[in-house]
Structures are given as structure tokens and as C-alpha cells.
């Protein structure tokens, strides 16, 4: 019995601009709030389950940064937005993850939608947008859900010495932003070694559908990332040359470096998907090779049985006038004859290297 594929029903939601409705997968029971107040001298770190709490950290000449984990409840996220005074669009694309990487300017902030990749366990990759909202003076950072490639940067922050305290919110924006490429950096690293290992495999291979999943596998994964890392060179590009007063010059040549980085990951993007092809390529060209093999070997047995198989037909034609059926030795003579035709071929097509 043959299973129909369910058609997929695709909804289209017609809200007016700037309506918050969450479209993600990752569903959280509550909005987890993390916010880090600090500048050169000082340094304060609170877990909320409430916005609020970040409210009275605002204007005090500190740089405080909001990481809010959890999109579902957009009453607690239209409650910082009215805080920070966010633009209705900015708030409908921040519970909207579907989006691909951008950078919107607007005239007290800078707003940027990227993904963040990264190994949670061992071959357990995590697909994540985050939402990231660059003030003066403060830095809003939004995801679905708990774990981020952030923990070596939340450490940099709380340890008194470093370029990190005494910078400005630009300077952490820019953190933020190499934290991810960094770990894009890792990932196409690791996809590497994933290529060179099937590489290795692909001659040993003892079942075709496996290694055949897995080169598609991994085809899929490589161009995800390659939706993700694509677009965010003119994300990083388009930051580089914002002319908002509150990105200094000097961040400019982190960025700089910063947009290096990204090159190179789109670069050696396209060479591990070059690569898999070329895999596949391979791997299909050893499939055809060793079907050739075997349809060698089975029309060298057929071209030897077809003389044998002749004389055979001939002598086994029910004819009342043929001489050699009376024969003695004639029997034994055919079959000597069948014999020395069947070395004498085997001998040429060894001599031939057909065998």
C-alpha cells in the first residue's frame, strides 16, 4: 500500500503593519530577562522573569545590555519597546523569526536581525535568530529560547579588566556580532571535517543509501548555513558605513576586521558546497564503475558460454543422419572440445587484460 504525502496547508496572515504575533517554533513557558549594567568602575548583573527591571537602569550613564530569552509573551517585549521608544515595525520583526539577516537604521537606534549557529551538543546543530537593537547607551538583544554562543563575552564583561568596560554600546555590538561569526567560523570548520571523513568513506562505503543520505544531509545543512551567512556580508557592510553618532570611528575598524571574517566564511562556504558536489560526483562515478565491473564480468562469462553453448544446441538437434552420434568416443571428444575452446578463450581475454 502506497502512503500519500499530506499537502501542506500554508496560512496567510494578513495583520496590519506592526502587529506583534509570534511566528516561531520554539516555544517558551515564560519571557527570561538577563540584564548586564556596567562601565569602566562598575558592574551589575540581574535574572528577571520582568522587563521592568531594566527600566531604572536607563540614563545613568552605564551601558546596559538586555538579553530577553523567550518571544512568546510580546506583552513583556511591547513593554521594553515603549521603554526604548522602538518603532511598531521593529517590534513585529522581533517575534517574527522568520526573517532573513538585515539592518535598518532609524534615529535614536540601529536594528539588526541575524542568525546564530552553534554546536549544543556534539552534531547537534541549533538554528536561531536574534534580534539586536544598538542605542546610545544600551544594547537589546532578543532570542526564543535559552543557550547562545554569548558565555565567554558575558565573562569578558564581568572581569574589571579588559578594552570591553571602558567602551560604548557600539563597541559591544560589535562583541556580539563576532561572537556569532566566531562560532560560523567553527561550524564551516567542523562541516570540514564532516567532508574529508565521507571523502575517506565514500570509497569504503558498504551501503549505497547510507552514504547517499548522508552526502544529502550534508548538502542541506551546508547551504542552510549558507542562507544564514550570505546576506549578513551587507549586513556588516551596511554597519560599517552608518554614519549614527553613537558607532565611533575606531569601532569602524573592528568592523572592518569583522567583515574579513564573514568573507572568509562565505568563502569557504561555497568550497565545502563545491566540495560535496564533487563528492557526489565521485560517489556516483564509483557506483557506475563497479556496475561496469560486474557487467564486464557477466558478458566475458556469457561470451564464453556462447561458443559451448553452440555446439551444444547443434549436437542436441534431434536429426536421425548425423555421423558423429554414432561414435564411440564421440561424447568424450565434444566435451574435450568444449575445454580446450573454453582455456583458449580465457587465455586471450587475460592477454587482452580483460580479465
Known amino acids: 500500500m502506497k502512503l500519500k504525502k499530506r499537502k501542506k496547508v500554508y496560512k496567510v496572515r494578513n495583520l496590519p503593519p506592526g502587529t506583534m504575533s509570534y511566528r ?5 513557558d515564560d519571557t527570561h530577562v538577563e540584564i548586564i549594567n556596567f562601565d569602566k568602575d562598575s558592574y551589575k548583573k540581574i535574572e528577571s522573569k520582568r522587563v521592568e527591571d531594566a527600566f531604572n537602569l536607563k540614563g545613568n550613564g ?8 523567550g518571544l512568546n509573551d510580546v ?3 511591547e513593554k521594553l519597546g515603549l521603554h526604548y521608544n522602538l518603532h511598531p515595525l521593529t517590534l513585529e520583526d522581533i517575534v517574527n523569526t522568520n526573517h532573513r539577516p538585515k539592518l535598518d ?34 544594547v537589546l538583544t532578543f532570542q526564543e529560547a535559552d543557550g547562545d554562543v554569548f558565555n565567554e ?21 560589535y ?25 575517506d568513506d565514500v570509497f569504503v562505503s558498504s551501503s549505497d543509501n547510507e ?9 542541506r545543512e551546508v547551504l542552510k548555513i549558507r542562507r544564514s551567512a550570505s546576506p549578513l556580508r551587507e549586513v556588516i557592510s551596511k554597519l560599517n558605513k552608518t554614519e549614527s553618532t553613537f558607532v565611533e570611528e575606531k569601532t569602524h575598524d573592528y568592523l572592518r576586521d569583522l567583515y574579513d571574517h564573514i568573507i572568509n566564511v562565505n568563502e569557504n562556504i561555497e568550497i565545502y558546497r563545491e566540495m560535496i558536489w564533487s563528492l557526489m560526483d565521485m560517489y556516483m562515478s564509483i557506483i557506475s564503475n563497479k556496475m561496469n565491473e560486474v557487467m564486464k564480468v557477466l558478458t566475458i562469462i556469457a561470451t564464453i558460454f556462447i561458443p559451448l553453448t553452440f555446439i551444444a544446441g547443434i549436437y542436441g538437434m534431434n536429426f536421425t543422419n548425423m555421423p558423429e552420434l554414432q561414435a564411440k568416443n564421440g561424447y568424450f571428444i565434444l566435451l574435450g572440445v568444449m575445454v ?16
Open 24 to 28: 516561531g517554533t520554539k516555544q517558551s
Open 153 to 173: 563575552l558575558r565573562e569578558r564583561i564581568s572581569t574589571p579588566k579588559g578594552r570591553i568596560r571602558g567602551a560604548g554600546s557600539d563597541y559591544l555590538m
Open 340 to 355: 580446450v575452446l573454453f582455456i583458449l578463450m580465457l587465455f586471450y581475454f587475460r592477454r587482452k587484460k580483460w580479465l
Open 62 to 69: 552605564n551601558i546596559t545590555w538586555v538579553n530577553v530569552n
Open 75 to 77: 506583552k513583556e517585549i
Open 211 to 219: 552514504m547517499i543520505n548522508s552526502i544529502q544531509l550534508l548538502k
Open 105 to 138: 537604521e532609524y534615529d535614536n537606534y540601529i536594528f539588526i536581525v541575524l542568525k546564530m549557529i552553534f554546536f549544543k551538543e556534539e552534531d547537534d546543530l541549533k538554528y536561531e535568530q536574534i534580534s539586536l537593537i544598538v542605542g546610545e547607551d544600551f
Open 175 to 199: 562583541s556580539i556580532l563576532d561572537a556569532i561569526v566566531d562560532n560560523y567560523i567553527t561550524v564551516i570548520e567542523a562541516f570540514g571535517d564532516k567532508i574529508e571523513d565521507l571523502e
